[in-house]
């Protein structure tokens, strides 16, 4: 059971904590560089990422709000004296929390779609990948 909360918190960690990845950039930095890149690599016209990226990011706040109580449960499962039934219950929860997380990416690809050809989000969650592979990539020394 212990081993299941394990693999499941460090899910739950490589999805909300990629910002952390990257030398001391300010929230507002990373999503600068974030949406340069992604905008670049999906080659977003400037109407398509106005309308793009207020949704995005609003989709990543929701995210992150959502991941952030998955991650106190996780805590409550290190304490002393969790029940099987505490820790079941846990289980539950942080599953739940990527349902919803799954939830909330397709209402939101549904609302791209009402500006954006399915071929743009293809090619922005393509973008989106190749991004996150950058930031776990280990920065080379000078």
């Known amino acids: 059971m212990k081993k299941l909360l394990y693999i499941l918190a460090l899910l739950i960690a490589f999805c909300s904590n ?11 930095e990373f999503r600068q560089v974030q949406e340069k890149f992604i905008t670049e690599k999906a080659s977003l016209t400037t109407k398509e990422a106005k309308q793009f990226f207020p949704l995005y990011f609003e989709l990543q706040d929701k995210k992150t709000s959502l991941n952030k109580k998955a991650w106190h449960k996780i805590r409550q499962g290190k304490q002393e004296n969790v029940s099987e039934e505490e820790y079941n219950q846990i289980v539950e929860d942080v ?14 690809v549904r609302k791209y779609k009402q500006f954006l050809p399915a071929k743009k989000i293809y090619d922005i969650q393509r973008a989106e990948m190749k991004f996150h592979r950058e930031l776990l990539k280990p920065q080379k020394k000078k």
Do not use: G
Not at 95 to 108: C, F, K, P, S
């Open 18 to 28: 990629l910002q952390a990845q990257k030398a001391k950039l300010s929230k507002e």
């Open 95 to 108: 599953i739940e929390t990527r349902i919803q997380i799954d939830q909330l990416d397709l209402d939101y």
